[in-house]
């Protein structure tokens, strides 16, 4: 059975850092694209971050550009997000998920809909 594990999130203040984890079991990442997703209170789920971790493509929203980094560590599973210069509008529930590809992927759109599977969020709060 594919799991996805997110972890890492927690309360920062505006300018701060944070480093989510997925912990990713039950796939592989040659046939499986990964992301990061987010839901704020009263708003739709996002796409934040999306990574290819087989060529090592990457996608980021516009709001996150330059501010966030997605990596993976393919020995192990793990595909991380870390969080630079939050804002209090990155406060949401951060989730990973995962979607099949079996043969080429691309990370854009990063879109929630094409994911097949999801793990439990983890909050980010950023006070101002």
């Known amino acids: 059975d594919v799991q996805l594990q997110a972890s890492g999130g927690g309360s920062v203040q505006a300018g701060g850092s944070l480093r989510l984890s997925c912990s990713a079991s039950?796939?592989?990442?040659?046939?499986?694209?990964i992301g990061w997703f987010r839901q704020a209170p009263g708003k739709e789920r996002e796409g934040v971050s999306c990574?290819?971790?087989?060529?090592?493509?990457?996608y980021y929203a516009d709001s996150v550009k330059g501010r966030f980094t997605i990596s993976s560590d393919n020995a192990k599973n793990l595909v991380y997000l870390e969080m630079n210069s939050l804002k209090p509008e990155d406060k949401a529930v951060y989730y990973c998920a995962a979607e099949f590809y079996g043969h080429s992927w691309s990370p854009a759109p990063c879109d929630s809909q094409d994911m097949d599977y999801w793990g439990k969020g983890t909050l980010v709060t950023v006070s101002s």
């Open positions: 039950g796939l592989s990442f040659d046939e499986y694209g």
């Open positions: 990574i290819n971790s087989s060529d090592g493509s990457t």
